[in-house]
């Protein structure tokens, strides 16, 4: 079974590439993130024709998140993380898919750092790890995937001396990450690729994509029923070299099948 994070940065702009990578790649369960679209103009119509049903929770030109799955109806579980109610933001949903518990989550960016956008950040980062602590338990296989705005370590990211002060690489934001992974996440991409330079977001700007200097802040954590199921991980990196592509590139776990995916 194949589970995927991509930010599209827009689901209405990306759309055609959205569905050409679903018919090319084909994943069981794909966790979209910045659908950048309010919940009643996500093109469900498309994504059913394409074969997946979806759960989602959209707003206006900001944020966005859904969980796609191939041939089936992903049952929705919660909409927003638990611990501020006041909190509108769409950057949380969980939905259950074939026996498989999928979190979809776009952490905010934070910057400018310091200020109010990064306090918001480590207290979203803190409703994390709460949550995460109850889920990391769970006897089903968890995922929590998504675009955490996070770059855990320097060999993530291309010249970290140039990201010291940024809110994706702060040192208050690396620790805390830090935290969530102890509580018994394996990172999947890193357990897989230990020692690689590995991206999975390469801005517009500069001719990024091309000079291959990128960030890792695209993650898909699993729980300890998950990860005794992980057979490999990686990044579908040509389809950020696609006409009009989206700034992140899709990022996959693929779980032992049970028979069902």
Same mark, same amino acid.
Request: proline content about 7%; hydrophobic content about 40%.
């Given at each position: ?168 690489? +702060?040192?208050?934001? +690396? ?14 991409? +890193? ?19 091309? +000079? ?50």
């Amino acid at each position: 079974m194949r589970i995927v994070t991509y930010n599209v940065n827009g689901i209405g702009a990306r759309l055609p590439s959205l569905l050409r990578w679903l018919a090319e790649a084909s994943p069981k369960v794909v966790c979209l993130q910045e659908l950048k679209a309010p919940q009643e103009s996500f093109p469900d119509g498309a994504i059913r024709d394409a074969g997946y049903g979806a759960v989602w929770r959209g707003q206006k030109s900001w944020n966005g998140v859904a969980i796609l799955a191939r041939n089936s109806q992903p049952t929705e579980i919660r909409r927003a993380l638990p611990g501020d109610p006041d909190d509108a933001h769409s950057r949380y949903i969980e939905a259950q898919v074939d026996g498989i518990h999928v979190a979809c989550l776009y952490l905010p960016n934070g910057n400018p750092a310091p200020g109010p956008k990064f306090d918001y950040k480590l207290h979203w980062l803190e409703r994390l790890i709460a949550h995460a602590a109850q889920l990391v338990s769970a006897e089903a296989p968890v995922v929590l995937a998504g675009d955490y705005n996070v770059i855990p370590t320097e060999r993530d990211v291309y010249k970290p001396e140039r990201w010291v002060d940024d809110a994706l690489f +702060r040192v208050e934001v +690396r620790e805390a990450f830090a935290r969530l992974t102890r509580q018994g996440w394996t990172d999947a991409l +890193r357990a897989m690729h230990p020692d690689e330079t590995i991206y999975t977001y390469w801005d517009y700007f500069r001719d990024a994509y091309r +000079r291959n200097a990128g960030l890792r802040i695209d993650h898909l954590l699993l729980n300890p029923p998950a990860a005794a199921r992980l057979v490999s991980s990686g990044v579908d990196r040509d389809v950020r070299g696609w006409q009009k592509p989206s700034d992140h590139a899709p990022t996959w776990v693929e779980l032992r099948d049970t028979g069902t995916g």
